[in-house]
């Protein structure tokens, strides 16, 4: 038998396994549910954010750069005085507000 230094300093270490090696039979989507709540909610928000960015242009009711003057500075649709076709209401220079933060 071969004693390496390590064995012969500590012999209670023969024998128990490495943490840097992986059990038999784990595979990597083991680990997602091993994950802490925070990453895993931190990668779904991330997810979201991708998704909205990349049907951006689906999601959107108005072209975000279009200027209608006459809608300009529209209230959003909660008040009274808002509309439904622009939910977040317009800017100074009637752009939709909803288009614009998608």
């Known amino acids: 038998m071969v004693r390496t230094a390590a064995s012969a300093q500590n012999p209670s270490t023969r024998g128990t396994p490495s943490p840097f090696v992986r059990p038999a039979g784990t595979n990597s989507r083991a680990r997602w549910p091993a994950m802490p709540w925070l990453i895993r909610a931190c990668v779904a928000v991330m997810a979201i954010f991708v998704l909205i960015g990349a049907l951006a242009p689906v999601l959107a009711p108005?072209?975000?750069?279009?200027?209608?003057?006459?809608?300009?500075?529209?209230?959003?649709a909660v008040?009274?005085?808002?509309?439904?076709?622009?939910?977040?209401?317009?800017?100074h220079l009637g752009r939709d507000v909803l288009s614009r933060v998608i």
């Open 62 to 76: 108005h072209d975000p750069v279009s200027q209608t003057l006459v809608d300009r500075l529209s209230p959003p």
């Open 79 to 91: 008040f009274s005085a808002g509309t439904a076709t622009n939910p977040l209401g317009t800017d």
